[in-house]
């Protein structure tokens, strides 16, 4: 009984948890994020949206081979369990894409705590045999109410924020404001 018990435990946590970074999977990050959305506007409470991405991911599987990209995320993963509240979810959204809730935290506050990650993030280094790699991320906020009221809409938002940040030169934080750049 204890053997099934732990069996599925671990297929449980396998199903929820993306197998590389060890942080939730995007179906389960999915279903996190409908059910904060539906609580921030049952209680009238501000709730941000951070999405992130690596910049250059490609160059640098390209360059320096999958295991080390692999070895990048698994930096970001633990970093961002390091650095976020116990109250904040977080996720792999897909491939190099991450995305935080802040329940919560409004605007405001999410722009300065994603600019504070966006700094430290760059300051760290990943050990790759005598070199040591340097990533930088991207970040696009959005927020409810202002940004959207569905999980959908705020999700949609803060990828849009994430794009124009990648598009106005990277390593830098955006924020969706009904399609105004307000950063």
Do not use: C, W
């Amino acid at each position: 009984v204890i053997a099934r018990v732990e069996r599925y435990r671990t297929l449980s946590a396998l199903m929820q948890h993306d197998s590389l970074t060890g942080l939730l999977n995007h179906s389960r990050l999915h279903q996190y994020v409908e059910v904060e959305a539906m609580r921030a506007q049952r209680q009238s409470h501000p709730l941000s949206f951070a999405m992130l991405d690596i910049d250059q991911f490609k160059g640098i599987n390209d360059r320096f081979g999958h295991p080390v990209g692999d070895r990048v995320l698994r930096n970001l993963a633990r970093f961002l369990r390091q650095n976020l509240r116990k109250s904040d979810i977080v996720g792999r959204y897909g491939g190099e894409e991450f995305l935080l809730l802040m329940p919560t935290i409004p605007m405001a506050s999410a722009r300065e705590r994603a600019e504070a990650l966006r700094i430290a993030f760059e300051a760290l280094e990943v050990p790759f045999g005598a070199f040591k790699l340097k990533a930088t991320v991207s970040i696009g906020i959005a927020a409810y109410p202002g940004q959207g009221i569905s999980a959908d809409e705020l999700i949609r938002s803060a990828d849009t924020a994430l794009y124009r940040a990648k598009n106005l030169g990277r390593n830098r934080v955006e924020v969706e404001s009904e399609g105004v750049n307000k950063s």
